[in-house]
Structures are given as C-alpha cells and as structure tokens.
C-alpha cells in the first residue's frame, strides 16, 4: 500500500501549482481520499477531502475557493489543484488514506514565496 505525491515546488505568491498522489496497493475507487499540509514548527492540518465516486467535497475554511480537489479513479490519483497561493501555504502536502490503517505519502513540499 502505497501513496507517492508530486507537483509540488516554488511559486510565487498568486501563481498555481498542481499535485498528484499516485495510489497502489488497495482498491483506491472505494476509499475517500484527503490532503494534509504542515508549515515549519505547526502541527499537520487537514486540507480537504473528496469522497470515494467525487461526488463529495469539503475544504478547510483556509483554501477554500482557491484549492479543488479531484481524482481519477482510473488511473488511481488523487489531485490537488492550487490557484492563488499566499505565503501562509507553505507547508509540506501529503496525501492520505483511511485504509484498515492510515496510509500517508511521503510528503512534498509547496512554497509560495517571491
């Protein structure tokens, strides 16, 4: 079981960046799939989560109307789209899934600054 997330960089403040969590190891299309981030010396917050069919979304009152979530349930990603970044979103972004246990990537690192 397995989540490896990419896309992320250095951006500055207002641009887009786009992640993807690639899954494999569990049936993906029948699991919720949500993004977490954790800014230097913070603790990791939820970001947002999308149900198993994407016909549910939620976000964290900090992204909402910047950030979409989505998935593919084919191709087994989940991804986070990410439009007018402040500096306060700097953090490192990982992906997650509530399996018969939790199951997180590896992390990747977003920073909005100029």
Sequence with gaps: VQLVESG?????????????CAASGFTFSN???RWYRQAPGKEREWVTIISSDSLDTDYADSVKGRFTISRDN?????????N??????????????????????QGIQVTASS
Aim: hydrophobic share 40%; proline share 4%; with cysteine.
């Design 74 to 82: 084919a191709k087994k990603i989940v991804y986070l789209q990410m």
């Design 84 to 105: 007018s970044l402040k500096p306060e979103d700097t953090a490192m972004y990982y992906c997650h899934a509530r399996w018969v246990s939790d199951v997180w990537g």
């Design 31 to 33: 699991y919720a799939m």
């Design 8 to 20: 992320g960089g250095l951006v500055q403040p207002g641009g887009s960046l786009r992640l993807s």
